[in-house]
């Protein structure tokens, strides 16, 4: 009997690894401030355009003097390092004494964007020291359009801890998911068009196939509807007649010409002097 329970505690054993082996392989992902049910369409719409670039990790480093040395580390959704469990998002190395210092956290995460460009805003970073009142450190992440490129450029562009308050990290990068859907260059207009025309040489080839092949038509019989095209000509010219003539169709001349009434017969006596005698 003590064999089949060994063996279940072993089973057991495993499967709790396996579980836990699972829950750590999931990252964490960004958590928009405030309650689940407050983010806005508009938030999840962004965080999910992003995605593309959460599997990709980024390094800066930056070098003032002999007292700063450090190294940036950015993933965009995920914790830099997941076995600390920190939320870390954004995470500054000072590369002197190996000190850790986290900029931004994932689970307080602000998103909003513009027409070119997404902000990415990690809140909730350790807390300063003798600046900016001792509050937490914040990173914002500027995500600028570039087409063709999944992600490039990331670097630093400053720090303000100058102020009592709202000092933060400000880093930007390139990233084609940051750019606006390409609209169609045909306007309607053009797609109306084109429609029409196809549909005209539909009619006019198909019609002179039908007209050729199974009735057997010839010359300009194979044209279609010829006889309906040629009385519409007609109909046309007969309109455009009517409309433009400025008078009425029955009006008299304004001037009076030599009709053939008028000349009368000539002499045959009138030139008879002219003859020789």
């Not at 902000?119 to 970073?125: A, E, F, N, P, S």
Request: aromatic share 8%.
């Amino acid at each position: 009997m003590s064999s089949p329970c060994h063996t279940s505690a072993v089973l057991l054993v495993f499967m709790a690894l396996a579980v836990a082996g699972a829950e750590h392989l999931e990252e964490r992902s960004c958590d928009v401030i405030g309650d689940e049910s407050s983010e806005s369409q508009m938030e999840r719409a962004l965080l999910k355009k992003l995605e593309p670039l959460s599997h990709m990790r980024f390094n800066v480093t930056v070098e003032k003097g002999k007292t700063e040395n450090y190294i940036y580390q950015f993933r965009v959704c995920r914790e830099v390092n997941s076995t600390s469990h920190d939320f870390g998002g954004l995470v500054q190395t000072d590369r002197q004494n190996g000190k850790t210092t986290v900029i931004g956290r994932i689970n307080e995460t602000q998103v909003f964007n513009g027409s070119d460009w997404i902000m990415l805003i990690y809140k909730g970073g350790d807390s300063y020291g003798s600046h900016c009142s001792g509050e937490k450190r914040r990173a914002v992440i500027m995500i600028s359009c570039k087409r063709g490129v999944t992600a490039s450029s990331f670097s630093i562009i400053s720090e303000e801890r100058e102020k009592e308050q709202e000092c933060f990290y400000l880093f930007e990068m390139d990233s084609s998911v940051a750019c606006p859907a390409e609209n169609s260059h045909l306007s309607v207009g053009s797609i109306l068009l084109i429609t029409f025309v196809s549909l005209i040489a539909v009619y006019i080839i198909g019609g002179f196939l039908y007209q050729r092949l199974v009735v057997g038509a010839k010359g300009m019989e194979q044209i279609p509807h010829f006889a309906f095209w040629q009385d519409l000509g007609n109909l046309v010219a007969d309109g455009c007649d009517f409309v433009c003539r400025s008078k009425p169709r029955n009006a008299p001349a304004a001037y009076r010409g030599v009709g053939d009434d008028q000349l009368g017969e000539e002499s045959e006596e009138r030139d008879d002097h002219l003859l020789p005698m």
